[in-house]
Nanobody, 122 residues
Framework: VQLQASGGGLVQAGGSLRLSCAAS????????MGWFRQAPGKEREFVGC????????YYADSVKGRFTISRDNAKNTVFLQMNSLKPEDTAVYYC????????????????WGQGTLVTVSS
């Protein structure tokens, strides 16, 4: 499956952005979709994931209550709504797909998008 992330940009602290990840080449509804991010000089980290039907989501503690993941299986797209953004949210954000697993570990994911840069200014 191929993944294309978009929607990144520059935003002031306290602002919002919505990232999208469009999938092609596979049965989208059969994949757990995850979002990860990598800040400069840091390791890639889990942000959140959404299970196949979209009814269950998991989030990292650092974004819980501010970020929301949703998916539209009819449009083969997963979204990451980011509110109350902080400078420490600045990173390249990646979407990823896996057929199985808990959804929170990088190594569980088989397919990755190219990343989209989010910069939050203070």
């Amino acid at each position: 499956v191929q993944l294309q992330a978009s929607g990144g940009g520059l935003v002031q602290a306290g602002g919002s952005l919505r990232l999208s990840c469009a999938a092609s080449g596979g049965t989208f509804s059969s994949y757990i979709m995850g979002w990860f991010r990598q800040a400069p000089g840091k390791e890639r980290e889990f942000v959140g994931c959404i299970l196949w039907s979209g009814g269950i989501t998991y989030y990292a503690d650092s974004v819980k209550g501010r970020f929301t993941i949703s998916r539209d299986n009819a449009k083969n797209t997963v979204f990451l709504q980011m509110n109350s953004l902080k400078p420490e949210d600045t990173a390249v954000y990646y979407c990823a797909a896996t057929r199985s697993g808990g959804g929170r570990r990088i190594y569980e994911y088989d397919y990755w998008g190219q990343g989209t840069l989010v910069t939050v200014s203070s």
